[in-house]
């Protein structure tokens, strides 16, 4: 029978080395990141049954991370450790997507016994979730099969990157979204590309949801600042 694989992703290297020592004797694959960006190559390239994930990393934060994961529908369990132990973080840490939120300092049988429950559920129901629809205007949006089904009855094929920037807005919904945060969650944390990318992203969505494309009722852009979706 195949180990469950497991990435953890924690730069604390002592940290790091007890939990994947006890992680493999517990009879897990375990596969190591450091940084957010190493986690975010791996997660890309790989599945995982679990994602056990430091909130503090170097160049990418967790949240980012984990926003990133949600975004690319990579549906592996995510469980957070966070020195961060405010009810405002792991409601945030859920809100994003994380299944399961363990403060800093923890005991390690604590965290075995998380793991061992989130591994579980996953085996038990490998249903997709829910909430790949959205509708607003008359229009809605499929992402899991990335396409736009427009008022107009017209469906609309969305390449990757416009559908991850489209939930994007749509999850933040009356939040400006910055120019960095785009980029950052959306194209990757060293794929920049030219800032007006974003704005041709933009261009195509008031030409496929508005009536109006000089005066957008959804999609706008908030100079020097950034954009923002509008219900």
């Not at 694989?5 to 990141?33: C, F, M, P, Q, W």
């Not at 008359?138 to 992402?143: E, L």
């Not at 396409?147 to 939040?175: C, I, R, T």
């Not at 990757?188 to 969505?205: A, E, K, M, Q, S």
Request: zero cysteines; aromatic letters at 8%; proline letters at 4%.
């Amino acid at each position: 029978m195949k180990k469950p694989n497991i990435l953890l992703v924690e730069d604390e290297e002592n940290l790091h080395d007890t939990l994947r020592l006890n992680l493999e004797l517990e009879g897990y694959e375990v596969s190591s990141a450091f940084t957010g960006p190493e986690a975010l190559d791996k997660i890309n390239t790989e599945y995982f049954d679990l994602v056990i994930l430091d909130i503090m990393l170097p160049d990418i934060d967790g949240i980012s991370v984990l926003e990133t994961m949600r975004l690319s529908k990579i549906e592996s369990p995510v469980l957070i450790l966070s020195a961060r132990n405010s009810s405002a973080d792991r409601i945030n840490g859920l809100r994003k997507g994380a299944d399961d939120y363990l403060t800093k300092p923890f005991e390690l049988e604590e965290l075995l016994l998380r793991v061992q429950k989130l591994i579980n559920k996953r085996k038990r129901s490998r249903t997709e979730s829910s909430g790949n629809d959205y509708s607003f205007g008359g229009h809605s949006v499929d992402f899991k099969a990335q396409v736009a089904k427009l008022k107009s009855g017209e469906n609309v094929p969305l390449s990757k990157k416009e559908a991850m920037l489209l939930q994007l807005l749509l999850d933040h919904e009356n939040e400006v979204i910055t120019r960095e945060k785009i980029l950052q969650t959306v194209w990757g944390y060293n794929v920049y590309p030219n800032t007006r990318t974003i704005d041709n992203f933009i261009l195509n969505f008031r030409k496929y949801f508005e009536e109006d494309t000089r005066n957008p009722r959804y999609f706008h852009s908030v100079r020097g600042m950034g954009y923002k979706f509008t219900p």
